[in-house]
C-alpha cells in the first residue's frame, strides 16, 4: 500500500499564488507517475497534471498550462504543484495521486487539499 498526503490548501485571492505538496510513504518501489486531480463542487474529478518519475516530460490539463507547474523530489517520494495566476475556477478539491505502472490507472489517492479562489 501506498500513502499520499497532500497540503498547502487555503484561500487565494483571483491572480495569487499556491504551491501544493504531496507526500508519498509505503511502498514507494512502484512508481511510474505521480499527479494531481481536482473536483469542483458538482462536477466530476478532472485530471490536473502530473509527471513521470524515473525521467520525462510533466503534462497539463489544457486551461492550467502556463500557470501551473508541476515538480518532484524524488529523493523524498514528494510531488509539488506550483499554481500561478488562480482564478475563481481553479477552485476546488485538490488530489494527489500515483500511477504505479504507466497505464494511467491511478490505483492511489490522498485526501485532498481544499484550493478557493476568491476575492
Known amino acids: 500500500q501506498v500513502q499520499l498526503v497532500e497540503s498547502g490548501g487555503g484561500l487565494v485571492q483571483p491572480g495569487g499564488s499556491l504551491t501544493l505538496s504531496c507526500s508519498a510513504s509505503?511502498?514507494?518501489?512502484?512508481?511510474?507517475?505521480m499527479g494531481w486531480f481536482r473536483q469542483a463542487p458538482g462536477k466530476e474529478r478532472e485530471f490536473v497534471a502530473a509527471i513521470p518519475w524515473s525521467g520525462g516530460s510533466p503534462y497539463y490539463l489544457g486551461p492550467v498550462k502556463g500557470r501551473f507547474t508541476v515538480s518532484r523530489d524524488s529523493t523524498n517520494y514528494r510531488v509539488y504543484l506550483q499554481m500561478n495566476s488562480l482564478k475563481p475556477e481553479d477552485t476546488a478539491l485538490y488530489y494527489c495521486?500515483?500511477?504505479?505502472?504507466?497505464?494511467?490507472?491511478?490505483?492511489?489517492w490522498g485526501q485532498g487539499t481544499q484550493v478557493t479562489v476568491s476575492s
Open positions: 509505503g511502498r514507494t518501489d512502484k512508481v511510474y507517475a
Open positions: 495521486a500515483i500511477d504505479p505502472m504507466g497505464t494511467h490507472s491511478w490505483d492511489y
